[in-house]
């Protein structure tokens, strides 16, 4: 398996921006669908933000639609979450994950690596 290591979490005011980072190591992220994921206080794991091995076919979440961007750069073994105009019920703690193969999916029990999470809070 891949092993997945985020940064880039912090404390931010509303209408700010953070990068995240997802370094891959042990494997070569270029073959996996690589996901972002977020946890709030009190609240399920909910799916974020996918992007396919290639770069293309970008998903996402209602919610982020317009102000996150999901990349990736298969030569730096890494993948990135540029989260724009944050608003307060964006803090959760973030999560990126890996996927085996093809297919842009939503669901967090089709990724088998996960990174530790990093937090993110916004402030009103």
């Known amino acids: 398996q891949v092993q997945l290591v985020e940064s880039g979490g912090g404390l931010v005011q509303a209408g700010g921006s953070l990068r995240l980072s997802c370094a891959g190591s042990?494997?070569?992220?270029?073959?996996?669908?690589m996901g972002w994921f977020r946890r709030a206080p009190g609240k399920e794991r909910e799916f974020v933000a996918v992007i396919s091995w290639s770069g293309g076919m970008p998903r996402y979440a209602d919610s982020v639609k317009g102000r996150f961007t999901i990349s990736r750069d298969n030569a730096k073994n890494t993948a990135y979450l540029q989260m724009n105009s944050l608003k307060p019920e964006d803090t959760a703690v973030y999560y990126c994950a890996a996927r085996s193969g093809s297919g842009g999916s939503t669901r967090d029990a089709d990724y088998g690596s996960w990174g530790q999470g990093t937090q993110v809070t916004v402030s009103s």
């Open positions: 042990g494997r070569t992220l270029s073959t996996y669908t």
